[in-house]
């Protein structure tokens, strides 16, 4: 084992993590993405994390998780098996909302296009497994982001910048398994979520 590591349970991990959460929240958010701060802290306008934060984001999770799943089911079926696992994981994952992601591939004629039929896979999934209504979903971008300032709101955008505010007993991930749009989308609406994220994990950027 990595001896730079800490374990879970414990050190910056897990209950530390826990802590670092509501630290942060008490704040309103780490000082380290205050405007000043953010100056000094950063390369090319992106915060920087301490060593501490660093290895408290490395350490894996210990109990429950609360995440946002961000997905383009429709694209691939990697998604609906992330969908299903995490609703048949209750001791484990307290699955909060669901995203539609946009993609455009010979399956979709736009990114518009693949979100809303994300969005009606997920219903679908949800449906078939006698789901229905299991957890919120929220439509996302219908376009790429031009450039770095281009902000593309969304449902899925504006859910997440309020759900980061929310105050909670632990961290809430981000798992973003598409496109990144959504989840670039409400770190411009909102940059002061950086500091509120505990973790996101994601597997495709756009």
């Known amino acids: 084992q990595n001896p730079r ?28 993405y205050d ?15 301490s060593e501490t ?7 894996p999770p210990t109990g429950k998780v609360s995440i946002v ?19 048949l994981s209750p001791e484990r994952i307290a699955l909060e909302a669901l995203y539609a992601a946009p993609f455009h591939n010979a399956r979709s004629d736009s990114p518009a296009d693949g979100m809303e039929r994300s969005y ?21 971008s219908t376009r790429w982001m031009t450039a770095r300032d281009d902000v593309v709101r969304s449902e899925a955008a504006e859910d997440l910048v309020r ?29 002061t979520i950086a500091g509120l994220l505990e973790g996101t994990a994601f597997l495709a950027a756009r």
């Open 5 to 32: 590591r800490p374990r879970a349970g414990g050190g910056v991990g897990g209950e530390g993590r826990i802590q670092l959460a509501r630290q942060r929240r008490k704040a309103g958010a780490s000082l380290m």
């Open 120 to 140: 009606a896979e997920i219903e679908r999934v949800l449906e078939r497994m006698g789901r229905a209504g299991a957890a919120p979903i929220y439509r996302g």
């Open 53 to 59: 934060e660093r290895l408290a984001l490395l350490a």
């Open 69 to 87: 799943l961000d997905t383009d089911t429709y694209n691939e079926i990697d998604d609906q098996f992330a969908i299903v696992y995490a609703l």
């Open 163 to 191: 759900r980061a505010h929310e105050p909670r007993e632990g961290p809430l991930y981000v798992v973003a398994i598409a496109a990144i749009t959504n989840v670039a989308a409400a770190l411009l609406i909102d940059p």
């Open 35 to 49: 405007s000043p701060t953010l100056l000094r802290n950063s390369q090319k306008g992106r915060p920087m994390l």
